[in-house]
């Protein structure tokens, strides 16, 4: 029996919507369910590898899906009859207007739409190099078996949108909603204080990395290259960089592989640690660093890749190569700069280490301002409103 006297609710449907996973769809997600229940209740149903099953989301009511079987294809068809089970229970409760799918199988919108509900599937990359044959063919074919039973698309960026009405997914289906920040949580902390904590030099000019350690995702020989061509110019310079573990265990073997051949001997100061960051402590890698590297060499990460906003929200100069850049948000010294090549890279360093303090400052502060207009949580809810209108949903007054 539903309850009458219950407001219209939302359904979010995703993969690992719980601690210490911080990164990529899953953090969309979970942030997009925390946009939504500013505006409707939210209810959220989680794909969950059983070893993460004491964690909990208390800002999120969450039905957990528990699995043995690693994140991905397999386990989201694996847990498929148990997860509309869940689904099947909570629309018995709640009056679900609209369901949002980040991640997980189209299969789910002809039996939410068979319940009465919206669909609303959530794109947030068009090309991933790492996707596997399965998962490369439901990105290119799957969606035209479900089509009809979605009612719209919502892709992170307008370089999402290009890609997907390239693939002739319906154009009218076809809107925009950027992944959410909190800009409260990521914004700049005392520099200082921040270098102190990570116990980095306070003269020094720290170029940061954050992030998998991959050799396409952090390309560390030509990094390193980039970094010589700029010492002479720069000194104090050094390198530090920081990989999940936890929820990425193979970064060992790459700090030990192409990470390890690229430092060994070199007489740059180089760290390189293997630890889980909180949104806090990121918060304070990006407040302490000079300049915040996404060296991308190809398509490995969530259009835009969430390291960027958060560094930009931190005031952080951020230096982005093209496949980090493919919305465009980086402009060279509006807001960060962007690069081509190593020799590039390098100066860039050599010119924002000469421009000085002020002008680093402000360039972080125009940063931040670039993301607080489109990421915020306020802008994303608007963006959310705007495809809910466009469903003849209610309009929810957006809070400031």
Not at 29 to 48: E, F, K, Y
Not at 320 to 333: G, H, K, L, T
Request: glycine share 4%; aromatic share 8%.
């Amino acid at each position: 029996m539903i309850d009458q006297s219950a407001e219209d609710s939302v359904l979010i449907l995703g993969r690992a919507l719980h601690a210490p996973w911080n990164e990529g769809a899953r953090v969309i997600a979970r942030d997009t369910a925390r946009v939504m229940n500013t505006l409707r209740p939210v209810r959220a149903v989680s794909i969950t590898h059983e070893r993460f099953s004491g964690q909990s989301n208390e800002a999120l009511r969450t039905e957990h899906i528990y699995t043995r079987l690693p994140y991905g294809v397999r386990s989201d068809y694996a847990t498929l009859w148990r997860t509309l089970h869940t689904v099947q229970q909570i629309v018995r409760s709640n009056r679900i207007e609209v369901a949002h799918l980040v991640g997980l199988p189209l299969a789910l919108a002809p039996w939410l739409r068979r319940w009465g509900i919206r669909v609303v599937a959530h794109i947030v990359l068009a090309q991933q190099t790492y996707r596997g044959r399965i998962e490369r063919f439901r990105a290119a074919l799957g969606w035209r078996c479900f089509n009809r039973w979605i009612d719209s698309y919502a892709c992170t960026s307008e370089h999402v949108r290009t890609q997907l009405a390239a693939q002739n997914y319906p154009a009218a289906k076809l809107h925009i909603v950027p992944p959410p920040l909190d800009v409260q949580h990521f914004q700049r902390v005392d520099r200082a204080a921040a270098r102190q904590e990570l116990g980095l030099p306070d003269d020094a000019f720290a170029v940061v990395y954050v992030g998998t350690i991959s050799p396409l995702r952090f390309p560390a020989e030509a990094m390193l290259q980039a970094l010589h061509l700029a010492a002479p110019d720069i000194p104090k310079l050094r390198l530090a960089v920081f990989a999940p573990v936890s929820t990425h265990p193979y970064n060992d073997e790459w700090a030990a592989g192409h990470v390890h051949r690229a430092i060994y001997g070199s007489m740059l100061p180089v760290s390189v640690q293997l630890r889980d960051l909180t949104e806090a402590q990121k918060a304070t890698l990006y407040s302490a660093a000079d300049v915040v590297l996404l060296p991308f060499s190809a398509p490995v990460a969530v259009e835009p890749p969430l390291t960027l906003l958060e560094a930009m929200a931190c005031e952080a100069i951020v230096a982005a190569a093209p496949f980090a850049n493919r919305s465009q948000i980086v402009a060279n010294y509006a807001n960060g700069v962007a690069f081509n090549s190593p020799e590039e890279l390098a100066e860039h360093l050599k010119q924002l280490y000469a421009s000085g303090p002020s002008f680093r400052a402000e360039l972080g502060r125009a940063a931040r301002n670039w993301i607080i207009d489109r990421y915020s949580f306020p802008a994303v809810a608007n963006a959310i409103n705007s495809v809910w209108n466009g469903l003849g949903l209610r309009v929810v007054g957006v809070p400031m």
